[in-house]
């Protein structure tokens, strides 16, 4: 099973649109594919499942619950979710009490339904505490979702000096996450200043990084609001050209 984690210390960057739309991408090519929701705010799980939660995420975490009997299919072929509550949910608690001293406890956690699937996408929240440092080290590639403004670069640049320290800081026989793709959410081309940001932005392929673009696309909030993916719902080509090459790339 291979581990793709979507991340970036900045929210409203649309990491929950992305990582939930890649993980259908996955699904719909035939892959086993399970969404683990690990933000609190539980987006994810409030637009992809549409049934009754009865583990969530941080049960699994607080061994209270075996990681098997929290995975619940969703309405979509081959996609799973570890779910979390958005409200009343115990995640952002265990984040910020619990798991200090515990780097292995998502990894664990993983290798114990390893078998089961082909992937397993990660949605996370824009903190890089403990528990995200415990996602990383769990993960085998790390993708970064970012909005086109000013304030991008900076959110990016502190991204990749925390992760740099933290992989830097891991013994070295360990197994670290790649991370060398950045996706470029709601990107609209009649914007000059899109275009412009774009353009800054092409110049980290000379760092090693690839870039991509998904579009401005008003489909995604209808899909969340009406628990369905982005797929069935929109009628942009761009829209799923762009997903559909950020899947295969990950594949």
């Not at 993980?23 to 399970?34: D, H, M, T, W």
Request: with cysteine; glycine share 6%.
């Amino acid at each position: 099973m291979k581990t793709i984690t979507f991340a970036i210390q900045k929210g409203g960057t649309g990491k929950t649109s992305i990582s939930v739309s890649i993980a259908v991408e996955l699904a719909n090519a035939g892959n086993k594919v399970l969404l683990i929701d690990a933000d609190p705010q539980g987006n994810a799980t409030t637009w992809i499942l549409n049934n009754q939660i009865y583990y969530e995420f941080c049960d699994v975490l607080k061994d209270t619950c075996e990681v098997e009997k929290s995975i619940q299919q969703t309405q979509i072929k081959n996609l799973f979710i570890i779910p979390t509550a958005g409200l009343n949910g115990g995640l952002k608690e265990y984040a910020d009490n619990i798991a200090g001293g515990k780097l292995a406890k998502v990894k664990n956690i993983l290798k114990s339904v390893g078998k089961e699937f082909d992937y397993c996408i990660i949605d996370t929240s824009p903190n890089f505490g403990n528990f995200e440092q415990s996602i990383f080290y769990a993960t085998n590639e790390i993708v970064a979702v970012l909005q086109l403004d000013e304030f991008s670069k900076d959110g990016l640049q502190i991204f990749i000096n925390r992760l740099k320290i933290f992989l830097n800081d891991l013994d070295e026989d360990t197994a670290k996450p790649s991370f060398n793709k950045i996706v470029f959410n709601s990107k609209n081309d009649s914007f000059a200043q899109h275009i412009a940001l774009f353009q800054k932005y092409d110049g980290l392929k000379k760092n090693g990084y690839c870039i991509y673009s998904v579009p401005q696309d008003q489909a995604f909030k209808h899909a969340q609001t009406n628990n369905l993916s982005v797929q069935e719902v929109t009628s942009k080509t761009e829209t799923k050209k762009a997903l559909n090459l950020i899947a295969k790339e990950l594949e």
